[in-house]
């Protein structure tokens, strides 16, 4: 009979993805996802065949729609600043939903996690080599100054993107008066405010009248 049931390759997947949440993917274990599967080790390894080849399928089924988003903001035929705004709003909204995972992959890539260091690596030729090209366009349309484009992405990034994962990493129960974190906190993931930092920094990039 027809089932709507996942598979145990999904099952798997799906296993992994929560376990990578809550622990980081340093922590995680083949044995644990299995276990939470309801699977077998002998099933893991049809599947997936080594812990690592796992973990990167899994961080890349995390990654891989948010990428598949930028491109299309980037391929929307909308002017190059517009394109550019809707790719940042879209990547910070995906980094605020995410910024755990965010942290814990980048704290195990610094441990030495070689499947997080892997994914680290191939970054640059993922979305900030997609939103360089949008800086491009957009001082070659005369809607941002020409100035160095790396140099405006870092200016962007780090006004909206870095105050996420910052805080998120510094502000963790207990590292700050609640009052403080509180306010903090919503500064950095209410989307409207990262919003308004954006207009702030675009209006700051604008070419010199």
């Given at each position: 009979m027809p089932t709507n049931a996942p598979s145990t390759r999904e099952r798997l997947l799906q296993a992994g993805l929560a376990q990578a949440r809550r622990g980081g993917v340093k922590n995680l274990t083949v044995r644990a996802v299995a276990a939470q599967a309801g699977a077998n080790l002998g099933s893991f390894v049809h599947h997936f065949g080594t812990r690592d080849a796992f973990l990167d399928e899994l961080i890349e089924r995390w990654y891989a729609p948010v990428f598949e988003r930028l491109q299309l903001d980037a391929a929307a035929g909308t002017a190059p600043l517009e394109a550019?705004?809707?790719?940042?709003?879209?990547?910070?909204?995906?980094?605020?939903?995410?910024?755990?995972?965010?942290?814990?992959?980048?704290?195990?890539?610094?441990?030495?996690?070689?499947?997080?260091?892997?994914?680290?690596?191939?970054?640059?030729?993922?979305?900030?080599?997609?939103?360089?090209?949008?800086?491009?366009?957009?001082?070659?349309?005369?809607?941002?100054?020409?100035?160095?484009?790396?140099?405006?992405?870092?200016?962007?990034?780090?006004?909206?993107?870095?105050?996420?994962?910052?805080?998120?990493?510094?502000?963790?129960p207990g590292a700050a008066p609640p009052a403080l974190a509180r306010s903090l906190a919503a500064f950095t993931t209410d989307l409207a405010q990262v919003e308004q930092r954006l207009g702030w920094a675009l209006r700051g990039l604008a070419p010199c009248a």
């Open positions: 550019l705004r809707a790719a940042l709003l879209h990547l910070v909204a995906w980094l605020v939903d995410n910024r755990a995972f965010v942290a814990q992959l980048l704290l195990d890539a610094a441990a030495g996690e070689p499947a997080a260091q892997r994914f680290v690596r191939s970054l640059d030729a993922r979305h900030p080599a997609l939103l360089l090209a949008l800086v491009q366009r957009a001082q070659q349309a005369g809607t941002l100054r020409r100035d160095e484009p790396v140099h405006q992405l870092l200016f962007l990034m780090t006004t909206l993107a870095v105050p996420v994962l910052m805080f998120h990493l510094a502000l963790r």
